[in-house]
């Protein structure tokens, strides 16, 4: 990171470059801690790559959440008070943004081995919360908003990467898109969701609190979208060798997930049975990403992952075959 850039953003926040701490796992942001006061924030620079607009309309959501007590990491603002600053430098634009630095352990750092219904209550629970409160949430301003669920990076890249191909993933996207536009749209059923909410957005912290991060991928879209993503992270991540193994262990997942979700916000039955649609979705929209790496690259989950899917998906075999409806 250029000196100059660095230090401007600094300035904004009250600290200089000598205080920052580099961190690592930023894709596409320079990120850093820093001190304040007798807390700690993390600092991130980054290219402009979306409009200003769905940026502010991603901040003032979570500070929303954070004031309303969500186990979110709050924004930090500037010293002007904006909780999105923006520098020119060497004619690109740069957005700095600041966030409440929150210690712990990502879930998905925990081992499989070491998982229990506790780990899968609290993160249920956490996400019940959250929906709870988006649940009331409403732009200070129509121009702070974010994209529908259908415009997302994910499914417009999915939708790209398809489009020109003989691939049977092509129709099945096209055909789930089609399918879930028919869906309800109610206020306690639909609005803004995280949209990325596997293990490594979970933050569980010393004192066992859980607390979610990372919302930029933030949509319009139901909020059993939330809750399928954890179940199709913690799939690809237990990576189960048989098809009853992955069976058995969704049901005992998603029954203590929906027990702590439940806690905080309502489930309907309908909603249950629509998660097999939202996997779906997920799961076209991964091997549409994942279907032009060389088969060096695909390694770890990704070779597990795509091992058979496409033939899974030109069968129309459900993600995982369970009854949602009883659990």
Not at 10 to 20: Q, V
Not at 81 to 89: G, Q, S
């Amino acid at each position: 990171m250029e000196q100059i850039l660095l230090s401007s953003a600094c300035a904004l926040y009250d600290t200089s470059a000598d205080e920052l701490i580099p961190l690592t796992g930023g894709h596409y942001n320079a990120v850093y801690q820093f001190p304040h006061g007798d807390k700690s924030a993390i600092l991130r620079i980054g290219v402009e790559d979306c409009p200003v607009n769905q940026t502010l309309g991603m901040l003032e959501w979570v500070n929303f959440l954070a004031l309303h007590g969500a186990p979110v990491s709050a924004p930090w603002p500037s010293i002007n008070h904006h909780l999105l600053e923006r520098l020119m430098y060497y004619g690109k634009v740069y957005t700095i943004t600041a966030f409440e630095k929150v210690d712990g352990i990502l879930a998905e750092n925990i081992p499989p081995t070491e998982w229990d219904e506790a780990l899968f209550h609290s993160i249920g629970q956490a996400t019940g919360k959250m929906h709870r409160i988006s649940s009331s949430y409403h732009p200070s301003r129509a121009a702070l908003t974010r994209p529908q669920w259908f415009d997302s990076y994910e499914v417009r890249e999915a939708s790209e990467k398809l489009a020109h191909t003989s691939e049977p993933a092509r129709e099945k996207l096209l055909k789930i898109i089609a399918e879930l536009k028919q869906l309800p749209t109610t206020p306690t059923d639909f609005g803004l969701i995280h949209d990325d909410l596997h293990f490594a957005n979970f933050l569980i912290q010393p004192d066992g609190q859980m607390t979610i991060i990372d919302f930029d991928d933030c949509v319009y879209g139901w909020f059993a979208m939330d809750i399928a993503m954890a179940l199709f992270d913690v799939l690809v991540l237990f990576n189960a060798t048989t098809d009853a193994d992955s069976r058995d262990f969704a049901r005992v997942f998603f029954s203590n997930y929906l027990r702590g979700y439940r806690r905080e916000y309502e489930l309907t039955g309908f909603w249950q049975e629509q998660i097999p649609k939202f996997l779906k979705l997920k799961e076209v929209c991964i091997y549409a990403d994942l279907i032009e790496l060389t088969t060096e690259a695909k390694q770890g989950w990704a070779e597990n992952f795509m091992h058979t899917r496409s033939s899974r998906i030109n069968a129309g075999l459900p993600y995982v075959d369970i009854d949602f409806s009883e659990l």
